[in-house]
DNA sequence: CATCGGATGGACT
DNA sequence: GTCCATCCGATGG
């Protein structure tokens, strides 16, 4: 596995829906015990904030859980989802709370250490083809709550998207955010099968 | 304090 | 398709 280079503040200050399509083949990593975990994304969505009433910052909602979307670009946004932990990416400026959700990647190296963190036995395309698998086989959690993430242990990184085909479709699992729930932020690698079941 | 509900996942019918 | 584990923030008394 060749060396990992993060991606630095500049990639995330883009607008938020950019982030959320380059993000797809690129690489998230996190070094755990030693261990090097790298996943490649292949799918994403993004929630843009005060006018989106499926994001957690509509209406300029700012609660302890929230703080961390007005922060600067690059910072983890990580909260629970009944069992689960969910790993987004804030974006844009200061003050302004957009954030990018990770969804889904497949296994790329430290594939031993994730199968002990996920337990039980997957097939590649299920390893990791929802926002808590991928957490989980990550080993993230609301520990990683705030941390930079252009900086270890957990980064972005530039992978290969010269297979990807970036597919637009409706955000899953969005209820009651009106017209809201319809908008085209969510993006797949359409050349992956390890994404959410749902395709367009 | 009590209650509710959700950007989920896994087991099961 | 259904059920529910088990969490936190939000809301209301």
Known sequence: ???QKALDLSFFEQSTIEVAKRLI??????ELDGVTLVGRITETEAYLGVLDRACHSYGRRRTKRTAI????????????????????????QKGQPEAVLIRAMEPISGIEEMERLRGKPHT????????????????????????LLTEPPLYFAKGDNTDASIVATK?????GAGSCSHHPWRFIDGNSRAVSAYRP
């Open 25 to 30: 083949g690129m690489h998230l990593v996190h």
């Open 171 to 175: 955000r899953i699992g969005i209820k």
């Open 1 to 3: 596995m060749k060396q």
């Open 124 to 147: 590649s395309r299920e390893f990791a083809n929802g926002p808590g698998k991928l957490t989980k086989a990550m080993g993230i959690t609301m520990a990683d709550y705030g941390h």
């Open 69 to 92: 979307l007005y922060e600067e670009a690059g910072r983890c946004y990580t909260y629970t989802m009944h069992t689960h932990c969910l790993l987004n990416v804030v974006c844009e």
